[in-house]
């Protein structure tokens, strides 16, 4: 009986890191920049994507480049953001103090394997993350600048 008590104490303790995780360090820090060991890899980028609603909402999310094309990945638990830029593709992103029009495009087949295997999800940060779904992956194809900030 020990035993299952502690593995629930454990639980619970993994479940609150978690939640810390993705809420805290994920949902407030990351919005606002990226450590340095990722600077050269990714930036932070804010997307407007329209709900369901009609409503323009934004969403800061870390974008990368690969191929001379611009994607952002889905990985955590809470993807609201993906599906509404799956059903309302036509998005405005701010990259570089510059604002564009953009139409977001999940990737499948070769073309996501590439991308995941060049910006690869490590085990510990699958773990902090509470091991989420499988990845989803959006390509931003430019569609035409709108101004600079």
Sequence with gaps: MKLFKWLGILAIVYIAFVIFFEGFILGYL???????????RVEVIELGITNSSGDVSHRRVAGFEM???LYVSAHHWPRGWYH???ENPEIIVEKDNVVADYIAVPITG???ERVAVGFPLSFPVRFAMG???KRDIL???LVSPKSER
């Design 139 to 141: 390509r931003l194809d």
């Design 84 to 86: 509404n830029a799956v």
């Design 110 to 112: 070769e073309e996501f």
């Design 30 to 40: 990351q919005p606002n920049s990226v450590p340095d060991y990722l600077k050269d």
């Design 67 to 69: 191929d001379g094309k």
């Design 131 to 133: 091991f989420p779904p």
